[in-house]
């Protein structure tokens, strides 16, 4: 039997394939991102893309909710600030905000999260989430704290 490795990760992930299979791997957490079926496609504290289906993630009028362009926004940008911050520190939003710019009623979506400042204290990323025809469908930018003086210490204060 072999044994899940403890969450969170204490090292560092820079391989996107590795990212991808280690928060996909069996008895691995629930997560928001994996409820919603996000799925990353490329991983570095510079750059990241991932991809969400609309089916799933609908508003009341059959469109996508802008809180999950949000949601894929922000998984995006904390798992690109935690990348810069290294392993077994973490990373929290404390900021976010959107611009929702057309409806999308079907497919998948991509976000692409584009760093705009990696620094000790904070990082900035904007987000464009593009429909399967490359339109945007929402723009957001967050700044999360890779608090790099802190390290992950589960159930500790």
């Given at each position: 039997?072999?044994?899940?490795?403890?969450?969170?990760?204490q090292?560092?992930?820079?391989?996107?394939?590795?990212?991808?299979?280690w928060?996909?791997?069996?008895?691995?957490?629930?997560?928001?991102a994996a409820?919603?079926?996000i799925?990353l496609?490329e991983a570095s504290?510079h750059r990241?893309?991932?991809?969400m289906?609309v089916?799933g993630?609908?508003?009341?009028y059959?469109?996508?909710?802008?809180?999950?362009s949000?949601v894929l926004?922000?998984?995006l940008?904390?798992?690109?600030?935690?990348?810069?911050?290294g392993?077994g520190h973490?990373a929290l939003?404390?900021?976010?905000?959107?611009?929702h710019?057309?409806?999308v009623?079907?497919?998948?979506?991509?976000?692409?999260?584009?760093?705009l400042?990696?620094?000790?204290?904070?990082a900035s990323?904007?987000?464009?989430v593009?429909?399967?025809a490359g339109?945007?469908?929402c723009?957001?930018?967050?700044t999360?704290t890779?608090?790099?003086s802190?390290r992950?210490q589960?159930?500790?204060?």
């Amino acid at each position: 039997m072999t044994e899940t490795p403890a969450f969170p990760r204490q090292e560092p992930i820079t391989d996107p394939d590795e990212l991808a299979r280690w928060i996909s791997r069996p008895g691995a957490p629930e997560t928001l991102a994996a409820r919603m079926g996000i799925k990353l496609l490329e991983a570095s504290p510079h750059r990241l893309v991932g991809t969400m289906p609309v089916a799933g993630n609908k508003q009341l009028y059959g469109l996508l909710h802008g809180g999950a362009s949000v949601v894929l926004a922000e998984t995006l940008g904390s798992i690109g600030a935690a990348l810069h911050a290294g392993g077994g520190h973490i990373a929290l939003g404390v900021d976010i905000n959107a611009t929702h710019h057309r409806a999308v009623r079907g497919g998948i979506v991509t976000g692409v999260a584009t760093a705009l400042n990696l620094g000790p204290a904070t990082a900035s990323y904007d987000v464009a989430v593009l429909d399967e025809a490359g339109n945007r469908t929402c723009t957001a930018r967050i700044t999360v704290t890779p608090n790099t003086s802190q390290r992950m210490q589960r159930g500790k204060k």
